[in-house]
């Protein structure tokens, strides 16, 4: 399935752009899904996938709701424990979501497209109107994130004395919490490997649409290396609400000129496999479906191969031994770098970008002996440990 995630900075019209996106991929034949978190004018619809157009379904998270049912749900599952505490059950109309329950929501509804009960719809397409790009990007990278706390609160090795729990219940006569925190844990893990999943898939690509100025060049410029940082690969950049280039007032001349210094720094950066393009400024807000046809032909979906899934991560022979660990991280500063090596992770920030990366095993047994950022690209050196590598004859 052709997955285009759609962000950039706040207020520069992405929840537009995605509905056009989506509606110029059904247009094209594919059965569409477009999923936003916020109101699309065009297409006023509720919780479930609503056809708004031929091939062309809409579906608005509802992220209070999700709240809600998860927690009424974790409530059954820990009935025993509440009830032996003696708490007081929450009802769902009392209940307010919680910072934090919108991402949660929007990994929900990713979930639900991959490998839910609308993946059976046949939909050819996912358009995804993210939230702006900072959160965008930390949302992204979530799933990845709290897999690994999971992994590291819940060890699936403890899992060895399932069979002694129901005699440890007898004996205690209270319900043990363990087993269906275990099972919730694992249930919770498959959901994310799915979600985890379809972000790394080699037909999902981020879209990023933001309004030609200063700004918008500074926070795409940043953007960038958490982008190259994550592995997430960017199909276009979508310059919205350019103003016409010839104006004869002198006022619109200057704001177009602008754009156009703004939009030639775009080109010059994403030169490399993405396209630039622009959706014209219409003098209104976009609010009929005929007005997303007016912006429908820049934001086709590219049908080209967006590239290469996975880990970005490549090794390089450095010479005497040495492997070089490389990443590449346009736009990034050798002052806004830090790297940390922890028993068999390595711990990579760039400027307020974080990630946590496990060494492959060739690697676990040798130490960082230096690192150095050259022409966009992080070269982490390790060096063999002679005491963990296995000695020649």
């Known amino acids: 399935m052709r997955t285009v995630l759609v962000t950039g900075p706040g207020g520069a019209g992405r929840t537009t752009v995605a509905a056009a996106t989506a509606l110029a991929s059904a247009r094209s034949g594919r059965r ?125 090795e403890r899992q060895a004395a399932r069979a002694l729990r129901p005699v440890l219940a007898q004996l205690a006569g209270v319900p043990m919490p363990a087993q269906w925190l275990y099972e919730a844990a694992a249930r919770k893990d498959a959901e994310l ?70 939009l030639d720094t775009w080109h010059q950066e994403w030169a490399s496999g993405t396209t630039v393009r622009e959706t014209a400024h219409l003098g209104r807000e976009p609010r009929t479906v005929e007005d997303l046809a007016l912006l429908a032909g820049s934001c086709a979906p590219d049908d080209r191969t967006p590239g290469r899934a996975g880990d970005p991560w490549w090794t390089e022979d450095a010479g005497d031994g040495v492997i070089a660990w490389c990443l590449p991280l346009p736009g990034a500063v050798k002052e806004d770098l830090t790297l940390v090596r922890r028993g068999d992770e390595l711990l990579l920030t760039a400027g307020p970008f974080h990630r946590i990366v496990r060494l492959e095993s060739a690697l676990r047994r040798c130490t960082v002996s230096g690192a150095a950022l050259t022409d966009g690209v992080l070269r982490v050196r390790f060096t063999p440990d002679p005491g963990l590598w296995p000695r020649t004859q």
Do not use: M
């Open 193 to 262: 490997a799915a979600v985890e999943a379809l972000i790394e898939d080699n037909a999902t690509t981020v879209r990023l649409v933001a309004e030609p100025g200063p700004s918008a060049v500074e926070a795409l410029s940043t953007a960038r290396t958490g982008l190259a940082l994550h592995g997430l690969r960017v199909d276009s950049v979508v310059a919205s609400r350019v103003l016409p280039r010839h104006s004869g007032d002198p006022w619109f001349a200057d704001l177009a000129a602008r754009q156009e210094k703004c």
């Open 32 to 156: 569409t899904l477009l999923v936003s978190a916020d109101a699309v004018p065009a297409f006023p619809v509720g919780a479930a996938p609503t056809e708004v157009a031929v091939r062309l379904a809409c579906v608005r998270i509802d992220s209070a709701a999700h709240f809600r049912g998860e927690l009424l749900d974790l409530q059954d599952r820990a009935s025993g424990v509440l009830d032996l505490l003696g708490a007081n059950r929450l009802d769902g109309e009392e209940l307010t979501e919680l910072p934090g329950s919108a991402q949660l929501a929007v990994l929900h509804t990713l979930r639900r497209a991959a490998e839910g009960d609308w993946a059976d719809e046949g939909y050819e397409a996912l358009v995804v109107d993210l939230p702006p790009l900072t959160e965008a990007l930390a949302l992204l990278a979530l799933p990845g994130q709290l897999r690994r706390y999971l992994r590291r609160l819940l060890p699936r």
